[in-house]
């Protein structure tokens, strides 16, 4: 059978080819660059770190972890959180050779090397009953705080351990609008631009307030969604309920990126909020919303890039980190898995990142251990 060709036919089907094939290079070239692989963060484990603690001490649960401004990392641990096997060498009589509380406030270095350790009761000031949180500004100053029952204040100290100020009481706590006494607060930010600090108020309160970082005077407080707090009881968190129009309890992180916007971890209810500083609210997002139990938004670390590009998110109660895109909170990327081998977690309970793109996490519970992971991909070029 002779073959029926159609003249003209082939040139112009590769003509049209070629015409929708320029039409897609250039579609492509206008359209907004996305990030490939290598640009998102990803890390590996440093097992090594940080390196033996001196004296025989040893950590309880971790409630805190930052990194300030020469890179070097603080932690803020738990000593009366420790079993009495793990503090064995402190009993009356000795139970066993290992070990002794470090007290609780420990820095280190990139490295693993630990520079300073102080914290406890004192001279001028009332200690916490269980140390929550901690921040160091670019002032030298660091800021503790703490979640027993009566934990209704911050602390402010050098970074060798002197009382700088205390804002609030260790007394019982006077509701989520007095301006005076805090609720059991769990993290604070500083805005250095400002001088103010912020306090994600907390376990016991259903807000974030601002005070004066000097001064430690009242500024502005204010609840989900920008509106006034309230501390009405609460029916327990369901994911099919709609969603709550306060803060539930804890709300446990507050972070502020360079462009102003405000992140806030309402932990409970599975959310971040977002809000301009003067409490304006602007958007929130969810997170694994079929999550009961404590919640599956625990802290967010900023990433360092000129853009802050991503936010990391830790998840205490499916221990793991997810890697957000900070414009539109969309999950890019994760680690970790429950599970007490380097790089797993059991409720991981704070995470920050220094300037290289290292990631140090705090665990609680039985967890009670930092860790760090080191930066493998592209995301800081």
Same mark, same amino acid.
């Given at each position: /059978?002779?073959?029926?060709?159609?003249?003209?036919?082939?040139?112009?089907?590769?003509?049209?080819?070629?015409?929708?094939?320029?039409? *897609?290079?250039?579609?492509?070239?206008?359209?907004?660059?996305?990030?490939?692989?290598?640009?998102?963060?990803?890390?590996?484990?440093?097992?090594?770190?940080?390196?033996?603690?001196?004296?025989?001490?040893?950590?309880?649960?971790?409630?805190?972890?930052?990194?300030?401004?020469?890179?070097?990392?603080? /932690?803020?641990?738990?000593?009366?959180?420790?079993?009495?096997?793990?503090?064995?060498?402190?009993?009356?009589?000795?139970?066993?050779?290992?070990?002794?509380?470090?007290?609780?406030?420990?820095?280190?270095?990139?490295?693993?090397?630990? $520079?300073?350790?102080?914290?406890?009761?004192?001279?001028?000031?009332?200690?916490?009953?269980?140390?929550?949180?901690?921040?160091?500004?670019?002032?030298?100053?660091? *800021?503790?705080?703490?979640?027993?029952?009566?934990?209704?204040?911050?602390?402010?100290? !050098?970074?060798?351990?002197?009382?700088? /100020?205390?804002?609030?009481?260790?007394?019982?706590?006077?509701?989520?609008?007095?301006?005076?006494?805090?609720?059991?607060?769990?993290?604070?930010?500083?805005?250095?631009?400002?001088?103010?600090?912020?306090?994600?108020?907390?376990?016991?309160?259903?807000?974030?307030?601002?005070?004066?970082?000097?001064?430690?005077?009242?500024?502005?407080?204010?609840?989900?969604?920008?509106?006034?707090?309230?501390?009405?009881?609460?029916?327990?968190?369901?994911?099919?309920?709609?969603?709550?129009?306060?803060?539930?309890?804890?709300?446990?992180?507050?972070?502020?990126?360079?462009?102003?916007?405000?992140?806030?971890?309402?932990?409970?209810?599975?959310?971040?909020?977002?809000?301009? #500083?003067?409490?304006?609210?602007?958007?929130?997002?969810?997170?694994?919303?079929?999550?009961?139990?404590?919640?599956?938004?625990?802290?967010?670390?900023? *990433?360092?890039?000129? #853009?802050?590009?991503?936010? $990391?998110?830790?998840?205490?109660?499916?221990?793991?980190?997810?890697?957000?895109?900070?414009?539109?909170?969309?999950?890019?990327?994760?680690?970790?898995?429950?599970?007490?081998?380097?790089?797993?977690?059991?409720?991981?309970?704070?995470?920050?990142?220094?300037?290289?793109?290292?990631?140090?996490?705090?665990?609680?519970? !039985?967890?009670?251990?930092?860790?760090?992971?080191?930066?493998?991909?592209?995301?800081?070029?």
């Amino acid at each position: /059978m002779t073959p029926i060709r159609s003249r003209g036919l082939l040139p112009r089907a590769v003509a049209a080819l070629a015409l929708f094939a320029t039409i *897609w290079i250039v579609a492509v070239a206008l359209s907004p660059r996305t990030a490939q692989a290598s640009e998102i963060p990803s890390f590996a484990v440093d097992a090594a770190w940080p390196k033996p603690l001196p004296n025989n001490w040893i950590l309880g649960q971790v409630g805190g972890i930052t990194v300030d401004a020469q890179g070097h990392i603080w /932690m803020i641990h738990r000593p009366r959180s420790l079993t009495d096997d793990e503090k064995g060498a402190v009993l009356t009589p000795p139970r066993s050779k290992c070990c002794v509380p470090a007290p609780p406030v420990l820095e280190f270095d990139t490295d693993g090397n630990l $520079l300073r350790a102080w914290g406890g009761p004192g001279e001028g000031y009332e200690w916490v009953g269980r140390e929550h949180g901690i921040e160091v500004d670019d002032k030298g100053f660091v *800021w503790i705080g703490g979640n027993a029952d009566n934990d209704n204040a911050i602390l402010k100290f !050098t970074l060798d351990g002197k009382f700088v /100020m205390q804002i609030g009481k260790i007394a019982p706590s006077k509701g989520s609008n007095d301006t005076t006494q805090l609720g059991k607060p769990a993290e604070t930010a500083i805005d250095k631009d400002a001088n103010e600090i912020y306090v994600a108020d907390g376990y016991g309160n259903r807000r974030v307030i601002v005070f004066d970082a000097t001064t430690g005077a009242y500024k502005r407080h204010w609840g989900a969604y920008g509106n006034p707090p309230n501390d009405d009881k609460q029916a327990a968190y369901d994911p099919k309920a709609p969603v709550s129009q306060q803060f539930g309890n804890p709300v446990h992180c507050v972070k502020i990126a360079n462009d102003g916007l405000v992140y806030v971890c309402d932990r409970i209810n599975d959310r971040i909020q977002v809000f301009r #500083k003067d409490g304006s609210f602007v958007k929130e997002w969810f997170y694994e919303k079929n999550t009961l139990g404590a919640g599956a938004v625990w802290d967010i670390a900023i *990433w360092p890039d000129p #853009k802050q590009t991503y936010l $990391l998110s830790a998840d205490g109660e499916n221990n793991e980190i997810r890697v957000l895109n900070r414009q539109d909170g969309t999950v890019v990327g994760s680690f970790g898995h429950n599970g007490r081998n380097a790089g797993q977690f059991h409720w991981v309970h704070a995470i920050a990142a220094d300037a290289k793109g290292n990631v140090y996490t705090a665990e609680v519970d !039985t967890g009670k251990r930092i860790q760090k992971f080191k930066l493998i991909s592209d995301a800081l070029r």
